[in-house]
């Protein structure tokens, strides 16, 4: 961990890295997105030039006012003599040679600035091939002129050109070694980026430009502050209309957006009220608004402990072991701290520097903007923002979301009363705001402690050595002479689907030969919680079984279906394997202790042991925290925008990291093959795979659809699949889950390819199954209403297809089904009277059609009942009590 890169560098490549994405989305151009990075980092770096300008301006005009007498003393005296007298007139003068440094401090803040721009353009692979004007290629050296076959580069010359002239402004009185100095650096910038990538050279060449239009107005403008404001002026008002016109406002963020460009543009009206306020006002006013330094401290600890540790730390107590990587065994205290010292360097180090080269009338500005993110962040995280969605390990919810313009105004009304209450505290009682600052740090501080304490106590109670091992010596073994049954449970694995992704590759129409699809069937729940047990146990585990309804979801109960398959399987004589079952024990990470009494039965937990390594990871999910926090303390109105399908604006790849997640059960499907051995024997083998590629969804490179360091899909994803006659689904906002039902299909096609070149398909049954579906509003006919409410039961339509044995034709069949028929099918015509060994029922003997009116639950109270056809929206309906 390098503290030093994580307190001063990271916070601006951060800065650096969202300025240019959110430019590039809102503006479709990279060039545009280069001028914005190139703006932000001359404004930002402005107070400290002016406080370096303000500096050597003093120490040269002290300079030249001793330079007679000094000259005189050199003259006069020789030797030690001399230089006694010139120490004593430099005591006198209160003068030192070290100040003559003291104007580096600024210039010497300035460089990380720069360190991180070249190293984020000159390192960024996105810019090949991106032009603007007449830059062709932003990835490349310009070549704007050619004489005869020799290609000139031109920005570099024009960028040396406006240094030298600006250099000749700015140090104009200065000596005749100071400008010989200049030139030499303009020259060796000049022989360093002439062959670099003119989006890096345009960056340099606008950050002269900048200085040269800054040394003009300082020099020669009695008001440059007009000047500034000006400029901005234009700068909003020119971004204002290009986003019209490339109809870029088209939603209540975009006009959100737009405002702040229009507050942009009026900033000269601004400062000129200002200026009046601060004539009109009395020095006693003027100080009721003071801020201590303390206080000021005091507010960015407050911002630091909360964005820093207390939002992160709420994340990772959640689920510790889901942040830790196997492969490095970093404990997930690591992102927090990592993200802690980011967030100092934000909040306390940048934003002290900058506090400490303003003007001391201007300070309280920094302390009041301070104090507003303090409240609004407090308030923000504590009661606003609230079920969003499954956070996965990635930051990212497992499907979007939208805030009512209700809840965003009622929000916006919250934050404008809070901070009004504030500003009262601050300015009639002193004592209490005082006191209420310090009493938030210890609040925040026990909330972080008690976090802490939560993982330690979570991680201590974990074996990762045992954990480990329960994914030794995992293997699918295949007979080429007996039965084998193989269950690929696929977390939220979408039925509707199957017609389209068949349509786009129809290869999966031989490779999946002998599959009867059943598109008509349903689950009894919305998410693995609630519909598992139903799932691996049958129709005796179904929503109005009584252990579910004292309890939605019953731990005892999901073990129990849990057990039904294997049991029932390795009691008839087939070896049986179990990997990761899903809350077993309780447990989210599968607790296989529920497998110890029956020696027979295999169990691993697999997921997350044979990842395909993708780099970068751990730097993504800091790169997440620090930015998760800053999205849980924004208003709601911004929260969405910044989330940006949780990339947060992250340059580069916007879905491999989300692939990390992903990849943790690809890799499984990915390796299927590798992990099969197969025997010539007669002996029946039983595999139960559970599976969340389905469920863990990221965008993949297409048409390969597989995961990848950099994914590109320009051209290649167009938001839209048909199907063989000709319906159409849109798959703009849902092309994750669209990607990993695909990518899921495809590598089992190439495990079934294998089966086929064994001579194991045929002996062998395969069903594939989700415990549920997801509500993505896709297909009209499984939208239903009741009163005024509209309920998506896409929910409620899990993947089913079987293949049995010898079979070898596709077919679809419309046979009314739920995902529960599948211990029934598992077990048909190969286990004599399979029977429930918990319960004594006989899993043959019940099935969808036997329960004409099937009872589903959404898990919150609300009920549904369905029969005979689920595509028919009339044969759903909304029950009250189900049990009456």
């Known amino acids: 961990m390098n503290i030093f890169y994580l307190l001063i560098m990271q916070p601006i490549e951060y800065f650096l890295d969202f300025t240019f994405e959110f430019m590039s989305k809102r503006f479709g151009s990279t060039g545009i997105a280069i001028i914005a990075v190139s703006l932000v980092i001359s404004f930002l770096v402005l107070p400290l030039y002016k406080a370096a300008d ?86 490349k050296p310009d070549g704007l002129i050619t004489i005869s076959n020799i290609s000139v580069n031109l920005l570099p010359v024009i960028m040396t050109a406006v240094n030298i002239i600006s250099g000749i402004l700015y140090l104009k009185g200065h000596s005749v070694k100071d400008h010989f100095q200049h030139y030499i650096l303009a020259l060796f910038f000049l022989v360093i980026l002439y062959n670099s990538p003119s989006g890096l050279v345009l960056y340099w060449t606008l950050n002269n430009l900048f200085s040269l239009f800054k040394n003009i107005l300082m020099k020669y403008s009695s008001r440059p502050r ?57 020095q006693h006013n003027s100080k009721e608004f003071n801020f201590s330094k303390i206080q000021t401290l005091l507010i960015q600890i407050i911002i630091t402990i909360l964005l ?92 979007d979301f939208r805030y009512t313009t209700f809840q965003t105004l009622f929000n916006a009304t919250v934050l404008i009363l809070s901070l009004l209450i504030l500003f009262y505290i601050f300015r009639y009682l002193k004592k209490l705001f005082n006191i209420a600052l310090i009493a938030t740090i210890i609040a925040l501080t026990l909330l972080g402690i008690k976090d802490i304490i939560k993982i330690n106590t979570i991680l201590a109670n974990k074996n990762f050595l045992e954990e480990q091992d329960q994914a030794y010596g995992f293997s699918i073994p295949l007979s080429k002479e007996g039965k084998n049954v193989i269950v690929f449970s696929l977390d939220r694995a979408i039925s509707g689907y199957i017609p389209y992704i068949f349509h786009e590759n129809t290869k999966l129409k031989e490779q999946f030969a002998g599959f009867t699809y059943y598109p008509n069937t349903f689950s ?76 027979q039965i295999e169990a691993y937990n697999i997921k997350g042991h044979f990842d395909i390594t993708i780099i970068g990871a751990h730097e993504r999910l800091l790169h997440h925290f620090y930015f998760y926090s800053i999205f849980k303390s924004l208003p709601l109105c911004l929260q969405h925008e910044l989330y940006d399908g949780g990339n947060y604006y992250r340059s580069g790849d916007e879905s491999a990291f989300t692939a990390q997640d992903f990849i943790q059960s690809y890799s499984i499907l990915k390796s299927l093959i590798s992990f099969t051995e197969i025997s010539s024997d007669s002996s029946d083998n039983f595999v139960m795979i559970n599976n969340d590629t389905t469920h863990d969804t990221a965008e993949l490179q297409l048409p390969m659809y597989e995961p990848a360091e950099q994914i590109d899909n320009t051209g290649l994803e167009l938001g839209v699949r048909y199907d063989d006659y000709g319906n159409c689904i849109r798959i703009d906002d849902t092309v994750f889950h669209y990607h990993g039902n695909m990518a899921a299909l495809l590598r089992i ?71 529960a028929d599948m211990p029934r099918l598992a077990t048909n015509n190969i286990i004599p009277n399979p029977i429930n060994p918990f319960t004594g029922a006989d899993l043959s003997k019940t099935d969808a059609y036997s329960l004409p009116f099937q009872t589903i639950t959404d898990g919150s109270g609300t009920w549904f009942t369905i029969h005979d056809d689920i595509h028919t929206p009339e044969n759903w309906a909304v029950v009250q009590n189900p049990t009456n």
């Not at 030690?80 to 401090?105: G, P």
């Not at 019209?244 to 507050?263: E, G």
């Not at 062998?764 to 009163?787: A, M, W, Y």
Request: net charge negative; with cysteine.
């Open 524 to 599: 009894y729940g919305p998410k693995t919680i609630y519909a598992a047990r139903a799932e691996f146990g049958g129709y005796e585990y179904n929503a109005l079984s009584s252990a579910a309804l004292e309890e939605p979801f019953n731990y005892d109960q999901n073990d129990e279906a849990l057990l039904v398959l294997p049991r029932i399987f390795s009691e008839n004589g087939y070896r049986t394997i179990v990997t990761d079952p899903p809350f077993a024990g309780g447990d989210v990470d599968s607790d296989l202790s529920i497998y110890e009494p029956y020696p």
């Open 749 to 819: 096609g190439e495990f079934l390819d294998y089966l086929r070149e064994n001579d194991i398909y045929d002996n062998t049954r395969i069903i594939i199954v989700s415990d549920h579906g997801t509500s993505l509003e896709q297909f009209p006919n499984l939208i239903i209403h009741d009163k005024d409410r509209t309920y998506d039961m896409q929910y409620y339509n899990p993947l089913l297809m079987v293949k049995d044995f010898n079979s070898n034709e596709f077919s679809i069949s419309d046979r009314f089904m739920s995902n």
């Open 308 to 399: 820093g540790a207390v939002i992160p730390l709420s994340v990772v107590s959640s689920s510790p072991t889901e942040f830790i990587d196997m492969s490095s065994f970093k404990t997930p205290l690591y992102y927090v701290l990592s993200n802690f010292l980011t967030t100092i360097g934000t909040f306390v180090f940048w934003i002290s520097v900058f506090i400490l080269f303003t003007k001391e009338k201007n300070r309280k500005w920094f302390s009041l903007i301070l104090l507003c993110i303090a409240d609004i962040s407090i308030i923000n995280f504590m009661f606003f923002g609230k079920n969003l969605g499954t956070l996965s390990p990635q930051l990212s919810f497992d499907g």
């Open 54 to 139: 303000s500096i050597q301006e003093k120490e040269l005009k002290k300079q030249l006012r001793m330079q007679p007498w000094i000259d005189h003393i050199r003259r006069s005296f020789k030797g030690d003599e001399r230089i006694m007298v010139l120490n004593t007139y430099y005591r006198e003068q209160k003068y030192q040679k070290i100040f003559a440094l003291r104007s580096m401090l600024p210039l010497l803040i300035q460089v990380p600035f720069f360190i991180a721009a070249f190293h984020f353009l000159s390192t960024r692979a996105g810019l090949e091939g991106d032009s603007l004007l007449i830059i062709n290629d932003l990835g």
């Open 226 to 282: 007009i000047w500034v404001c000006t400029i901005l002026t234009i700068i909003g008002a020119a971004s204002f209309i290009l986003q019209l016109l490339n109809r870029r406002i088209n939603r209540l963020t975009d006009f959100v957006y737009a405002i702040i460009i229009l507050l942009i543009c009026l900033l000269p009206v601004f400062f000129s009220l200002l200026d009046r306020i601060k004539r009109s006002s009395t």
